[in-house]
């Protein structure tokens, strides 16, 4: 039981960190992400080159990790979405442009790296015994790096200028044009800050599982069933659902067969959203 906990608590703080961003994105600009996977996988990669490959400083990798998928973040939102969404007639329209962006980071990908799994040396080793339970260092080390990012951003969107600019546009864009904010200029720095959060989420997890072309799809699915769980585009239950799918999945994966897992939590959230459709903490529609 003890163990199970453990594994839980680690993969909801990860999880967090994917949910957070996708999460960021949405309330910003009403986008559902379908890209986040795919962001999160090449965080993965850039780890992979910089750090495995060519043996540059872990946290200089890092560095690399956030200026990158940012910069594809802010590009991503000032060519392709902010058009469509000044543009289009439809919500659809935005969907559409999103899973046609994934489609796009994935097959780039596919050519560039082809689809074999590549890992990294861990950056810290050893084993910890935590109440009973068994928690490599590898994963400690990732728990913490998450925590330390999740509580940045938190901190960040609380108390700097850009911050409460962000969730003035989540709550009202038109009034927050009215106000003087350049909503443009932070609609862009909320995509960034989102994608960045994905890289960094497999910026780490590379450390532990590796990574390959095929996760982000994976990887994207997750993360809709955090958000669905806690509500969309609510920060708090953003954390609430990667924890609540970081303990299924714990509890899951030592009870049951792997495929079993996911079959099982499939059926619970369609099961959850029939009763709470808006998720734990997400408004009702309309």
Do not use: C
């Amino acid at each position: 039981m003890a163990q199970m906990l453990v594994n839980g608590v680690v993969l909801g703080m990860i999880y967090a960190l994917i949910a957070l961003g996708i999460t960021l994105i949405f309330s910003i600009m009403n986008i559902l992400n379908f890209a986040h996977g795919q962001m999160y996988m090449l965080g993965g990669f850039i780890i992979y080159y910089l750090y495995g490959v060519l043996g540059v400083n872990y946290f200089l990798s890092l560095l690399a990790v956030v200026v990158a998928l940012g910069a594809i973040g802010m590009l991503f939102e000032t060519i392709f979405f902010r058009r469509v969404l000044r543009v289009a007639t439809r919500e659809e329209n935005s969907m559409l442009l999103a899973m046609g962006t994934a489609l796009v980071l994935e097959n780039l990908a596919l050519f560039a790296f082809g689809e074999k799994q590549r890992g990294v040396p861990p950056v810290v080793t050893g084993v910890y015994e935590v109440f009973g339970a068994y928690l490599p260092a590898s994963r400690a080390f990732v728990l913490m790096l998450s925590a330390v990012f999740i509580a940045a951003l938190l901190l960040f969107v609380r108390y700097t200028k850009p911050g409460r600019a962000m969730r003035a546009l989540a709550q009202d864009k038109e009034v927050t044009y009215l106000m003087g904010v350049d909503t443009n200029r932070i609609s862009a720095l909320g995509f960034a800050i989102g994608a960045a959060l994905a890289g960094l989420a497999g910026a780490l997890l590379v450390t532990v599982f590796g990574i390959n072309t095929g996760v982000g799809a994976a990887i994207s699915i997750k993360a809709f069933i955090m958000i669905m769980i806690g509500g969309a585009g609510v920060v708090s239950g953003a954390i609430l659902g990667a924890f609540a799918l970081g303990f299924a999945e714990a509890i899951g994966y030592e009870v049951f067969a792997g495929s079993m897992t996911y079959l099982l939590i499939f059926m619970g959230l369609i099961l959850f959203l029939m009763i709470r459709p808006q998720g734990i903490m997400g408004r009702p529609w309309g």
